[in-house]
């Protein structure tokens, strides 16, 4: 049982896009179904504490598990308020036993909920057209078809130079757009909606993505965008130009509800203005029995902005074949995966991802892969396919059957043998997924871990490579360079950063340099240095009227200059 050889098609290939998590339903809808969900959670985890409770009888053993309980309630109240800085929880019933807590941390907040006062869609049809008036404004992809909304916010309630902790842009979706996201993107050039057109401000328009609203399988949903990097640019003194949204994936054609739709569906801007560090943030919970008995318990949580993430294509992908050992197959239109049961016929996948557009010390909350099964006819009952991390560099190859291309089943790529034959990776196997025999379709796996420790450094990013767990395993799955880029491998991610972080990854190349004294240091150098070394990138140091002092890559150069009064640091990107 072999599989067979792909075929390369000709168009073009690869592309990362990045979108922040799924779209939003209305706001009270969403706020109630959450409520009902956690106070389902309290009252199973009260159940489950009462039946404790009468098992082992102890005063202690109940004060304690409704101060634990009270630090649940904070946890997530935490989540939700979008770092709106310090609360209280109230005195809360707990059967017949009650809690409170407290969060302090977060500072002084103030939040704003501004409107947009300029909106319009331009149209690469009708360049002079103007639609400032339209009550919707479409998003369009067909190729020589381009349409694109506009909008901007009024931001003059805001104080100059603010302390941004988070920043949110909401929109209502009319029109779905399952085809695939939408980007979010800066404008560089004033403009009206009384006049604007395609022909005086598509040229004006920042190719880097802000955020990205995945693709809406339903009309009548909010989805939101977190924004707060750029917001806390235009406070700071750039142009307030507004954002631009652009369709990622021809096909798409959406309609969102403009300033002059219905006023409960109008785009919004909700900012939380902040005075101190809005992270991390410290809970004190107390548990108190009927009988006055109380239990407080502390802990510290970070407070995190609205969630953003990233679409991915891979950046590299093949498969390795044994039976044709010394071939390569990176652009082969199909990945397989195979275990025949018979020596010499077996088949791995590997895929790489780039993940830089994740911003540096945010937190990755869900990865999850995603492979498009189109043959797996010959599957037996109990097959499943594992995911594993990859632990050699290789190259992907232009092959689709031909030798000294790239990676194959012997080498990592050209004259450079794998340690082990069919792949060097991790035996630990990550995620699986079933394969039952005559389904084809999607399959995922959750590879939130791996994600996170290639984010973090904890290993590097050399891939993942997919492996069949059992015999008699043999499935076909649709690569990134298959015509329909629908079916195209993805990973989905979703992240979040800290409050009062500006949440954003590092773009092109060039040199940062910040001057600073290290005795007498400003807090806003100090955000901006966490940031810069956030990001990771090649740092150099040097003292005022010292010969500046190389060193290696991360934060050496940072440690030395701690200790120095004051100093110039520099990151460079390459």
Not at 70 to 79: G, K, L, P, R, T
Not at 360 to 373: D, F
Not at 533 to 554: D, F, L, Q, V
Request: net charge negative; with cysteine; charged share 15%.
């Amino acid at each position: 049982m072999s599989a067979p050889q792909g075929t390369a098609p000709s168009y073009p290939k690869k592309r990362n896009v990045p979108f922040p998590e799924r779209g939003f339903v209305l706001i009270a809808v969403m706020v109630a179904l959450v409520l009902v969900a956690a106070i389902g959670l309290m009252l199973s985890t009260e159940g489950a504490v009462e039946a404790e409770l009468t098992g082992r009888g102890t005063e202690a053993l109940q004060v304690d598990h409704i101060a634990r309980a009270a630090i649940q309630h904070a946890v997530w109240q935490n989540d939700g308020l979008a770092c709106s800085g310090d609360f209280n929880v109230p005195s809360t019933p707990f059967g017949a036993h009650s809690y409170v807590a407290t969060v302090t941390g977060g500072g002084a907040t103030t939040t704003y909920s501004l409107s947009a006062d300029q909106d319009s869609w331009i149209d690469s049809g009708g360049p002079g057209s103007n639609n400032g008036g339209d009550s919707d404004l479409h998003i369009k992809g067909d190729a020589g078809d381009l349409e694109q909304p506009l909008y901007r916010f009024d931001l003059s309630s805001l104080p100059a130079g603010a302390q941004i902790n988070s920043a949110s842009a909401s929109f209502y979706v009319f029109g779905e757009h399952p085809e695939g996201p939408v980007t979010v993107h800066r404008i560089t050039a004033g403009w009206n909606e009384g006049d604007v057109t395609w022909d005086s401000i598509s040229g004006s328009v920042d190719s880097q993505i802000l955020a990205t609203i995945p693709a809406q399988p339903d009309k009548d949903v909010w989805v939101q965008v977190n924004v707060t990097a750029q917001v806390q640019s235009w406070v700071n003194g750039e142009p307030n130009n507004g954002i631009l949204l652009a369709s990622s994936v021809a096909g798409v054609h959406a309609q969102y509800v403009s300033r002059e739709g219905a006023g409960t569906k109008q785009p919004r801007l909700d900012v939380v203005v902040g005075t101190a560090p809005a992270s991390p943030l410290a809970i004190q919970a107390t548990g108190t029995l009927d009988n006055g008995i109380t239990r407080t318990l502390n802990r510290t949580v970070s407070g995190y902005q609205a969630r953003s993430g990233a679409y991915l294509e891979p950046v590299g992908d093949a498969y390795l074949k044994e039976d044709d050992a010394s071939l390569n197959f990176g652009a082969s239109s199909g990945l397989w995966v195979q275990d025949s049961g018979a020596v010499g016929e077996a088949d791995n996948s590997v895929l790489r991802f780039e993940i830089n557009r994740i911003p540096g010390g945010s937190e990755v909350t869900s990865a999850t892969l995603e492979m498009y099964a189109y043959n797996d006819s010959s599957n037996a009952s109990g097959s499943s396919i594992g995911v594993h991390r990859v632990t050699r560099d290789w190259v992907e190859g232009t092959g689709t059957g031909t030798s000294g291309a790239g990676v194959t089943w012997n080498d990592s790529e050209p004259g450079i043998s794998w340690s082990n034959a069919g792949g060097d990776y991790d035996v630990t196997v990550l995620a699986t997924a079933d394969a039952p025999a005559g389904t084809t379709g999607w399959r995922q796996w959750d590879v939130t871990n791996l994600v996170n420790g290639w984010s973090t450094g904890a290993y590097s990013n050399q891939g993942m490579i997919l492996v069949a767990e059992n015999a008699s395993t043999l499935v076909g799955f649709r690569s990134s360079d298959y015509s329909d880029e629908t079916l195209r491998p993805k990973l989905t991610l979703t992240y979040a950063c800290q409050c009062g972080s500006a949440c954003l990854a590092p773009q092109g190349t060039g040199s940062v340099l910040l001057v600073r004294n290290q005795n007498d240091p400003d807090p806003t150098d100090t955000a901006k240095q966490a940031l810069f070394e956030a990001w990771a990138i090649r740092s150099t140091c040097s003292m005022i009227g010292t010969i500046k002092r190389p060193t290696t890559p991360r934060w050496p150069a940072t440690m030395w200059c701690l200790s120095a009064a004051p100093a110039r640091l520099r990151w460079t990107r390459n």
